[in-house]
């Protein structure tokens, strides 16, 4: 089980409900398992690019993606990335 | 049904949909919103044959949907199953416009999207199947996108002719289907693109807005990037019009008159390079002799304005018109051609749609 954290618009698209903890293996399938995947990813699958995923305060790029493994992980971030206006 | 009270007018934003109702003589309005907080609307509708709000919902970080309610705006549930084959290479862009189906297909609704693409929902908006035949055009390859990228804007039905309908897309042309949607041609005929090697190509013109007159279907009227055209053929050849009156044939938004099939109004911006009011006047020009002469109807209007109208950001009733501005003016025509700006200050406009309110 980890914890996913939503922010603002993606809350307010799932009635309010900023943490969902889900059962998953891979930084995909938690992101998968949230009512607001279809906010975050394109049809191929593919990670909107002004998305920002962090793994216990790590970049999950920086961990091997969507595929990275969630054991042990405590808590999985979802961020808008800055991108101005 | 309860008697019309008013006019309910939708009004997409860059920051969220708003709902104006104003009184019956279009003078006092009062806003609720904004709905959909964040979401750039670039088209919401009043589904006329049930109420259902429909909204083109778009967002930089989190992408293209459409959005429902089904209580007036308090709730709202996003389409499933909205995207593009894998094996066309393409991805959704942007979702801008929704058309209701005919009265007789009560769950079916239309979908322009980007880039350059239709969907149709058969069951009320929860899911979308993107129609073959545009997208797999076989002119696909001459379609280039302007600035704006490559949008399906205007989805019209035939009211007379079941299986025929036609959308308009940006840097592609106005495509007519006979088939319900199965093939389309292209109806660019004396259609001008001055941007191509051929300006008078058989695709690659840039329509911003194309509408049918429900009471002479076989009549179009098109905004066109080059000059504001009519077919009086289904679309088979275009006459342009912009000249007698008209201070520029470039614009995007276009109304009708319902009642009659003569009556056109545009709202001219400087040029393709200058996207602002011609003459820095905004005004909305009339014609009553399809086409033929254009008078400005400028009452109640600002007389300095550099605005922009974006090309689904007017609509119209058979009582009167309204249009929304880049710069959040909202403006509905009252009585003896008299305009009255509604609210102002509001996000950048993108779409307008009107229908009748009863409380």
């Known amino acids: 089980m980890v914890g996913v954290i939503v922010t603002g618009m993606l809350a307010a698209q799932a009635e309010g409900r900023r943490r969902f903890d889900v059962e998953a293996e891979t930084v995909g399938e938690a992101l998968r398992a949230l009512p607001v995947w279809d906010l975050l990813f394109n049809e191929r699958g593919e990670l909107h690019r002004h998305l920002n995923v962090y793994v216990d305060g790590t970049d999950h790029r920086e961990r091997g993606g969507l595929q990275a493994p969630v054991a042990g992980a405590r808590e999985i971030r979802v961020v808008a990335m800055v991108s101005g206006g | 049904m309860a008697p019309a009270l008013g006019v309910l007018a939708l009004l997409g934003t860059s920051k969220g949909l708003f709902l104006l109702r104003g009184d019956d003589d279009r003078r006092r309005w009062r806003t609720e919103g904004p709905l959909l907080v964040g979401w750039g609307v670039y088209h919401a509708i009043a589904d006329p044959r049930d109420g259902t709000l429909y909204a083109a919902a778009n967002h930089l970080v989190y992408g293209a949907t459409v959005q429902r309610s089904t209580d007036g705006g308090q709730t709202w549930r996003r389409s499933k199953q909205i995207g593009l084959p894998e094996e066309s290479g393409l991805t959704l862009n942007a979702t801008w416009h929704i058309e209701p189906g005919r009265p007789e297909d009560p769950a079916t609704l239309y979908l322009g999207a980007a880039p350059g693409v239709l969907f149709r929902s058969g069951d009320g908006g929860e899911t979308w199947d993107v129609n073959r035949g545009i997208l797999e055009h076989p002119t696909r390859a001459g379609w280039f996108p302007g600035a704006g990228g490559m949008s399906c804007h205007s989805v019209q039905l035939d009211p ?5 309908m036609y959308v308009g897309i940006t840097a592609a042309g106005v495509f007519r289907s006979d088939d319900g949607g199965e093939t389309w041609i292209p109806v660019n005929k004396n259609v001008e693109a001055d941007f191509l090697a051929d300006p008078y190509s058989e695709v690659g013109q840039c329509p911003h807005k194309l509408l049918l007159h429900p009471a002479r279907p076989e009549r179009l009227w098109q905004q066109n990037h080059f000059g504001v055209y009519r077919s009086d053929d289904h679309g088979d050849s ?22 009659d099939p003569d009556t056109a109004f545009v709202i001219p911006e400087r040029s393709a390079e200058y996207h602002y009011s011609a003459g820095g006047r905004l005004a909305v020009y009339r014609t009553r002799d399809a086409g033929d002469t254009w008078e400005a109807m400028t009452d109640g209007l600002p007389e300095q304005a550099w ?29 003896s051609d008299m305009w009255v700006e509604a609210i102002r200050h509001l996000p950048p406009i993108l779409s307008v749609e009107v229908t009748p309110w009863s409380g």
């Open chain 2, 307 to 335: 605005a922009a109208v974006l090309r689904e950001a007017s609509a119209f009733d058979s009582d009167s018109l309204y249009f929304g501005t880049q710069g959040g003016s909202f403006f509905a025509l009252t009585e």
């Open chain 2, 160 to 164: 007379r002719a079941r299986d025929r």
């Open chain 2, 238 to 259: 275009w006459v342009r019009l912009d000249g007698n009156g008209l201070p520029s044939g470039f614009g995007f938004p276009l109304m009708l008159d319902p009642k």
